[in-house]
């Protein structure tokens, strides 16, 4: 079973679209995350929820919404694609909000924005 | 703020040589320090990790790390690596009530035959 899956994998939208991202971890996790990997492969956080309320965000545009329906869910929305936004987003789950807990990964949604 | 840096950007090791990626960190307090590994196309996979304790950490895939604190560093180490290891390997500091993973830019290993 995948711990941490997220879809889709593969996003090509043309600018100006809405598109969303979802997340689901079956950890029993309290906290998950939304990262965003450049291509020059940094990896910066943009969210954090714990038990679905927000603990972080991390000057993201405000056209980035993530919803957390349940703590098992973290989807990320996002409006009005620019070509920027052309990265892979990464979810991951933690156990709990502290630092001395390790986070997993999904596989990653690779967007191109066109 | 905390911060991690690797000096290395690609490294390029021959088959059955040894290993070692440098991570340095800044951090104000006792840091939680990680390494995780990307293969390509792939999410991130956790190698080892340090919170407390013995400062040289066993991992995964016969990897080791050593947690050196006068250093600020957190060395990713193996005696012999394997062309599977081929990948981007990155280091990531934590810590205590604070709520995110900084992570460095990440070391490129390309391992030849």
């Known amino acids: 079973d995948t711990a941490v899956s997220q879809t889709p994998k593969y996003l090509v939208t043309q600018m100006g679209n809405d598109k969303s991202i979802k997340c689901e971890q079956n950890l029993g996790h309290d906290t998950m995350y939304w990262y965003k990997q450049d291509s020059k492969k940094f990896l910066k956080i943009m969210f954090s929820y714990n038990n679905k309320e927000l603990i972080i965000n991390e000057t993201v545009p405000n056209r980035f919404s993530p919803k957390s329906p349940d703590k098992a869910h973290l989807n990320l929305h996002i409006n009005s694609l620019e070509l920027g936004d052309s990265a892979v987003y990464f979810c991951a789950s933690s156990l709990r909000l502290t630092g001395n807990t390790e986070a997993f990964f999904g596989q990653g949604t690779r967007l191109t924005v066109v | 703020a905390q911060s991690v840096t690797q000096p290395d950007i690609h490294i390029t090791v021959s088959e059955g040589a040894s290993l070692e990626l440098r991570c340095n960190y800044s951090y104000g307090a006792t840091p939680y320090l990680f390494w995780y590994v990307q293969s390509p196309g792939q999410g991130l996979q956790l190698l080892l990790k340090?919170?407390?304790?013995?400062?040289l950490v066993q991992g995964i895939k016969g990897f080791e790390a050593e947690f050196k604190r006068s250093q600020s560093s957190f060395n990713l180490r193996k005696p012999s690596v394997h062309w599977s290891d081929a990948a981007e390997y990155f280091c990531a500091v934590g810590g205590g009530s604070n709520y995110k993973l900084t992570f460095g830019k990440g070391t490129l290993l390309t391992v030849n035959p």
């Open positions: 340090y919170f407390s304790g013995d400062t």
